[in-house]
């Protein structure tokens, strides 16, 4: 109260301290937000980590690391380093169905589906040079124990491509299965390989890009001259019997 009876101006500093007025603490949704950043940050780094050495080879430290986490965070997150790497997978694998929109494919006529496969699969691959690297690691470290989980997909998408052309005339006679390997060996080997086989191409050793971008259409050429079935011959004619002149 003040000289006059009447309440004062100035709050007290119980008021001013009052819970209502204190700053709220982080709600659950930024938290969750954290978490999930948290997560892609040591997923980012364990993809990179894991294609150059593999599962074998891989420290746990040095993903750490390259995420800006501790070593403890990252097993708060995943028990193993085998479920670390398995997640990893698990991720490529579901980008890569995104990105190659499997569903679509299926319902195009087997010479654009082909296309499109063959362009799409590139497309990643240009984006993200690794997962060549990342596969043949663990096919010879791990017998493609992780990779069957989920990754024959992509191989039966295409071999389903090939079937469905060779039914209907449109690709040559062939084992859709070997042909499926041969074409996704066409697409991913040069990724594997790149920094072995530069010398071919002196000009693009400055700009791996450009290296990549010709590839790419190397490729498409490549594949569709393989198994388009080629186009029918014409027909020859018979020429007209010469009629003997009347003797």
Known sequence: MNAIGRPSKDRSMASRTSPLRQKASPT????????????????????KIFAR????????????????????????YFDTKEALYQAVLDRVFQDREQGMDFS???????????????ERLLQQMVAKPHLGPLFALENIQN?????????????RTLADILERGVADGSF??????????????????????????RTLWPKDKAD??????????????????AVLAPPPEPRARNPRQPRLAAL
Not at 54 to 66: F, H, K, N, Q, V
Not at 104 to 118: C, T, Y
């Open 208 to 225: 791996t890009t450009a290296s990549m971008i010709n590839h790419w259409r190397a490729v498409v050429e490549f594949v569709m001259c």
């Open 143 to 155: 017998d493609g124990a992780f990779y069957n989980r989920n990754g024959g997909k992509l191989y």
């Open 172 to 197: 040559r006679q062939q084992d859709p299965g070997h042909a499926a390997v041969n074409i996704m060996g066409a697409c991913v080997h040069f990724f594997n390989v790149s920094s072995n086989i």
């Open 53 to 76: 050495d593999g599962l074998r080879s891989t420290r746990t430290e040095e993903i750490a690391a390259g995420s800006g986490v501790t070593k403890a965070m990252i097993h708060y």
């Open 28 to 47: 659950p949704r930024k938290a969750v937000r954290d978490s999930v950043a948290t997560r892609s940050a040591i997923l980012d780094s364990a993809e």
């Open 104 to 118: 679509s494919l299926r319902k195009l006529p087997p010479v654009d589906a082909l296309h499109a496969f063959v």
